[in-house]
C-alpha cells in the first residue's frame, strides 16, 4: 500500500459545480496536511494548510482532516474555470531530531468548465 | 514581498554532464528544500537546507548535492546526467524547517537530457 494515495482522475466538472478531491493515507504518524494548487508550467501554490482534525474553511475552499479514517479532502464550492489544475495533497511528520517525512500525492488534474 | 525565483527556467543537456540550478529563497526564510516533479512519480523530495546544513536527504542517489549560501540562496548540481533525469525541479522556502511549516515553491526548471 502506498504512503499516500491520490485519485488521478481527471476530473471534468461544469461551472458553479461544487468539486470534493481526496487523499488517503496508511501513516498514522502524518500531523500537519497540506493542499497546494499547480498549473500547467508553475510551481505548486499553497491553498491549505492543517494541523487538527475537522474543517478549515477559506472562501470557496474547505479542507477536512479525518485522522481517524486516515481521509483529508479538499472542497471547492462555485467552481470557476480559472480552478482548472492539478491539486496536490501532501503530508508531514515529524520525527525524533531532524528525522521527519513529507510526502506527496501524485495529484488530480482538475477541469472546470464555462 | 518577491516570491521564491529559480534560474534557468529551461535547460538542456547531454548525457554524462553536469548541471547547476540556483534557487532564491523568500527573504527571511531560512529553509530551501528541492524536489524532482516527473509524470511517473509526481513530487519527489531530493534534499533540505536550514540555515546552510543539509537536514534531510531523499532517496536519490549521490549524483544529486546541493549547498545553501549565508544569505539562503541555494544550488543544486547534479552529475553525469541521465535520460531519466529530464524532470522539473522545483525548489521550495519556508520560514520554519519543511516538516512544521507551510512551503511556497518557484517556477522550477525544466531539466532535459538527450
Known amino acids: 500500500q502506498k504512503e499516500v494515495e491520490q485519485d488521478p482522475g481527471p476530473l471534468s466538472v461544469p461551472e458553479g459545480a461544487i468539486v470534493s478531491l481526496n487523499c488517503t493515507y496508511s501513516?498514522?504518524?502524518?500531523?500537519?496536511f497540506m493542499w497546494y494548487r499547480q498549473y500547467s508550467r508553475k510551481g505548486p501554490e499553497l491553498l491549505m494548510y492543517?494541523?487538527?482534525?475537522g474543517n478549515k474553511e477559506d472562501g470557496r475552499f474547505t479542507a477536512q482532516v479525518d485522522k481517524s479514517s486516515k481521509y483529508i479532502s479538499l472542497f471547492i464550492r462555485d467552481s470557476q474555470p480559472s480552478d482548472s489544475a492539478t491539486y496536490l495533497c501532501a503530508m508531514s511528520a515529524k520525527g525524533g531530531g531532524s528525522n521527519y517525512k513529507l510526502t506527496f500525492g501524485k495529484g488530480t488534474l482538475l477541469t472546470v468548465n464555462p | 514581498k518577491a516570491g521564491v525565483t529559480q534560474t534557468p527556467r529551461y535547460l538542456i543537456k547531454t548525457r554524462g554532464q553536469q548541471v547547476t540550478l540556483s534557487c532564491s529563497p523568500i527573504?527571511?526564510?531560512?529553509?530551501v528544500s528541492w524536489y524532482q516533479q516527473t509524470p511517473g512519480q509526481g513530487l519527489q523530495f531530493l534534499f533540505e537546507?536550514?540555515?546552510?546544513?543539509?537536514?534531510n536527504k531523499g532517496n536519490f542517489p549521490g549524483r544529486f548535492s546541493g549547498r545553501q549560501f549565508s544569505n539562503s540562496r541555494s544550488e543544486m548540481n547534479v552529475s553525469t546526467l541521465e535520460l531519466g533525469d529530464s524532470a522539473l525541479y522545483l525548489c521550495?522556502?519556508?520560514?520554519?524547517?519543511?516538516?512544521?511549516?507551510?512551503?511556497?515553491f518557484g517556477n522550477g526548471t525544466r531539466l532535459t537530457v538527450t
Open positions: 501513516n498514522s504518524a502524518f500531523q500537519y
Open positions: 537546507y536550514f540555515s546552510e546544513t543539509q537536514r
Open positions: 521550495a522556502s519556508s520560514l520554519l524547517p519543511i516538516e512544521s511549516s507551510p512551503l511556497h
Open positions: 492543517t494541523y487538527s482534525s
Open positions: 527573504s527571511g526564510h531560512r529553509s
